[in-house]
């Protein structure tokens, strides 16, 4: 019965040292400076800005790429149209040199 008696007295020493040591370690944790809460409550709000700044830069961005689909979309049979033309043009460009080639050489034969 002394050892458990013993036992007993070391487990209440024990949980008085926690308790001691817990008790300051409380209210250095607890306690906030009026600074700086207000420093923490100014960095919050800042970045809330930013936040809502991005996000409106996102919308307009959004908005824009949007915007520029829908005109690409509207230029597209345009460019396609404009391609074919070219690709005739140069087709008729070289049509028209080998027709003045032939007739260069016509010309370099009647010369001789």
């Known amino acids: 019965m002394s050892e458990t008696l013993w036992e007993t007295e070391v487990v209440v020493e024990t949980q008085s040292d926690v308790a001691v040591q817990e008790a300051p370690a409380e209210p250095s944790a607890l306690t ?5 809460f207000s420093a923490l409550e100014e960095r919050v709000r800042r970045a809330v800005e930013v936040v809502k700044r991005e996000r ?8 824009r ?8 979309q509207l230029q597209s049979p345009k ?3 404009l391609q074919n033309e070219l690709n005739g043009l140069r087709a008729e460009r070289e049509q028209v040199r080998q027709r003045v ?12």
Not at 32 to 36: H, I
């Open 32 to 36: 906030v400076s009026a600074d700086d």
């Open 56 to 63: 409106q830069a996102r919308t307009a961005a959004e908005e």
């Open 65 to 72: 790429a949007s915007a520029a689909e829908a005109q690409v």
């Open 79 to 81: 460019v396609e149209q």
């Open 101 to 112: 080639e032939r007739l260069l050489k016509q010309l370099d034969e009647l010369e001789l």
